[in-house]
């Protein structure tokens, strides 16, 4: 079972969005390419915009900056450690300094769990339709657990209030092309040595991470729709104040043409 | 509205339940309320010690070439035995690996069923187990509903559910979520689930740390299967514990990074513990099946 590495980090001091974006696509990225090692899969997204807590928080309760997150896909926990911990360290590893504010990375090691989607192809000019669960605007929502609710009642919570939402957001249940639970593994409880390698005190920790694909920035209204949906089930179960979303733009570094196709 | 009960009185939050589990690391005197519970007594009852034998068949670890992987989990429903029933050891691949097995004269596949939905309610329920080593447990809000739906049978109630127990296999108290999983999702091929193959079944996967946990503290996972079945002196019980073992997805997967094993102190300290704990269920499970069995409530 595949294994993801999801860093949502901020640029560092001193540079654009966009020098950040750039150096992250073809110096970082090009590293990653000529240095693969066990790297199944390499996704970037770019940060178009975002949202950090919510309308009723007087300010920020956390670094309200994201400027790209990106996904590491491992056929393995023991292919993940051996491409992020190789022994002679590699420069993929060496060169986060370059762009990234590291010690403020957001780091969540997950499982999918692909959620259907009622309309995963347009009906404005599908084409062939042939092709599913695409889309140029991939919005990053992070949702921190309330403190007080059990991981596994969080996820059933989640799921609960996902269907609320697509029930109560006619707009998203049209738009929405494919959604993913990037669900937290506890393996990631151990990343001690990392942490400390990267000077990060006391992390936020997302229990899960759901990707959504909609056509183009054009339909981020339905994700807005969506998302008030969702905050409006009845059960807490998100802190929603240590919660963000990012709408992204999805770059491909690294992803072969799957064998069975 | 349903009734107010000491089976949900037991509830806690998460963060309080959380906060709580340095305290009941120290298995601290009962409380009044535990105090008063019908089942109290069995807290003070004199502990059997294993069979010698036994118990010195986990002094040394065993041969790891004749240990199971816990890919080959079906191995378990072939009739007769397996290489290694009693044992423990590193696998090549630096995991560890547990074998116990002991037969119950006087238990049965319904007492088994029961008794591991029933224990989760509370703390003492946990305790009165094997009061020397176990802490406490507590179980989510949801899962105690699945516990208490009378529309669950027993042999189900579990399925999908985690325990949180406090307790100390031998290396110091930790906490434990058991994620315990219905015979398919752990990999067992239900075309030959029946009898006289198997007769009940609890197990799952699980991932332990130290009460005192700190930033660089190990979780560790393990994947943990209680077999049962038919034998002619009563119910075999065999386990098997496979620790380094994550699931992911119903696939056994080796989570240990490259170059490192599972310390032989956690493997040889759960595999004694694991022959303590049976051995006192042994005893007990009959006698309270017999005052409390059958229903959750107490």
């Known amino acids: 079972m595949p294994i993801k590495l999801m860093a949502a980090s901020r640029r560092r001091p001193g540079l654009t969005r966009s020098e950040y974006q750039r150096y992250l696509e073809f110096y970082h990225g090009t590293i990653a390419r000529q240095e693969r090692l066990k790297i199944s899969t390499y996704v970037q997204n770019h940060v178009i915009d975002g949202a950090f807590g919510t309308l009723a928080d007087e300010t920020h309760q956390q670094v309200a900056n994201r400027d790209a997150v990106v996904e590491l896909v491992f056929d393995s926990f023991r292919d993940m450690i051996e491409t992020l911990e190789p022994a002679v360290p590699s420069a993929a590893s060496q060169d986060g300094k370059f762009f990234a504010d590291e010690c403020n990375n957001i780091i969540v090691m997950a499982e999918e769990e692909e959620v259907p989607v009622p309309n995963p192809i347009p009906a404005f000019n599908p084409g062939l339709g042939i092709v599913q669960g695409v889309g140029g605007l991939k919005v990053l929502q992070y949702i921190m657990r309330d403190d007080s609710v059990f991981r596994e009642d969080y996820l059933i919570h989640w799921r609960k209030a996902h269907q609320h939402a697509m029930e109560n957001a006619p707009y998203a249940r049209e738009q929405l092309r494919r959604c993913v639970m990037n669900k937290r593994s506890r393996i990631n409880d151990n990343d001690g040595a990392a942490r400390a390698h990267f000077k990060m005190v006391d992390p936020p920790v997302y229990d899960l991470v759901v990707s959504h694909w909609f056509d183009t920035i054009e339909q981020a209204g339905a994700f807005r729709q969506y998302l008030e949906a969702m905050q409006s089930y009845p059960a807490p179960f998100a802190n929603w104040s240590k919660s963000f979303y990012l709408y992204t733009r999805q770059v491909v570094i690294i992803r072969d043409t799957p064998q069975d196709v | ?298």
């Open chain 2, 1 to 298: 509205m349903s009734a107010i009960t000491a089976e949900t009185r037991a509830q806690k939050n998460y963060s309080d339940w959380y906060a709580s589990t340095k305290a009941k690391s120290l298995r601290p005197p009962l409380t009044p309320e535990e105090e008063a519970r019908p089942f109290s007594k069995y807290y003070y009852e004199e502990i059997p010690e294993p069979d010698p034998k036994h118990l010195k068949k986990m002094d040394k670890p065993c041969d790891p070439s004749l240990a199971i992987e816990p890919h080959q989990i079906n191995d378990l429903l072939d009739p007769g035995e397996l290489d290694v029933e009693i044992g423990w050891c590193n696998l090549e691949n630096g995991a560890g690996f547990i074998a116990n097995r002991i037969v119950y004269p006087e238990i049965t596949a319904d007492m088994i069923d029961w008794w591991f939905a029933w224990h989760a309610l509370e703390d003492l329920r946990y305790r009165i187990w094997y009061p020397p080593q176990h802490g406490g447990i507590m179980v989510s809000p949801e899962a105690r509903k699945r516990l208490l739906d009378p529309a669950v049978p027993f042999a189900e109630k579990n399925w999908g559910q985690i325990h949180h127990v406090t307790e100390d296999c031998n290396c110091g108290m930790e906490n434990i979520d058991i994620n315990f999983l219905s015979p398919k999702d752990i990999g067992f091929d239900m075309s030959r689930w029946k009898k006289p193959f198997v007769s009940a079944f609890a197990g799952g996967q699980g991932w332990a740390v130290t009460v005192d946990k700190t930033d660089m503290s190990i979780t560790a996972p393990a994947v943990m299967c209680h077999i049962f079945r038919q034998h002619p002196d009563g119910l075999e019980h065999r386990t098997r514990f496979w620790m380094g073992y994550r699931l992911s997805n119903g696939m056994p997967e080796l989570s240990l990074p490259p170059g490192i094993s599972v310390p032989v102190e956690a493997i040889q300290g759960l595999a004694r513990h694991n022959v303590k704990e049976f051995t006192r269920f042994k005893y007990f499970l009959p006698r309270i099946y017999a005052e409390f069995g059958g229903r959750m409530e107490a």
